[in-house]
């Protein structure tokens, strides 16, 4: 479930998504505007329109997990998954010392 990491930076994103916005009361939609950009920076247009969904997502533009509020979710679970990891550890010594004072106590 690794994403690879993409080749093109937080500021080239962002100029990106920043220059979609500026021109696009210079082309009839949105798309065009999107394809436009797109081929100056060298990504593909569903790329650049997916950039600018999460800008808007992060702006409270359009509804949705923000940049952040995904971060620290993804933050959460893998500290639950610890957390989770090392209790069951926790268990298993319990049990395991619990049954060696058992077994101390059967033999004398």
């Known amino acids: 479930m690794n994403k690879k990491p993409s080749k093109f930076s937080p500021e080239v994103r962002e100029r990106a998504v ?4 500026e021109q696009r009361d210079e082309h009839p939609s949105l798309w065009a505007a999107v394809e436009s950009i797109a081929g100056m ?5 569903q790329t650049l329109h997916e950039w600018i969904k999460r800008d808007q997502i992060d702006q409270g533009e359009r509804a949705g997990v923000t940049t952040d509020e995904r971060e ?5 679970e893998r ?3 610890e957390l989770r990891r090392a209790n069951e550890i926790l268990k298993l010594a319990s049990a395991f ?3 060696a004072e058992l077994d101390r106590r059967l033999k004398s």
């Open 18 to 21: 920043r220059l979609v916005r």
């Open 41 to 45: 920076i060298g990504c593909t247009p």
């Open 72 to 76: 620290r979710l993804k933050a959460l």
């Open 79 to 81: 500290e639950n998954k």
């Open 97 to 99: 010392f619990a049954q």
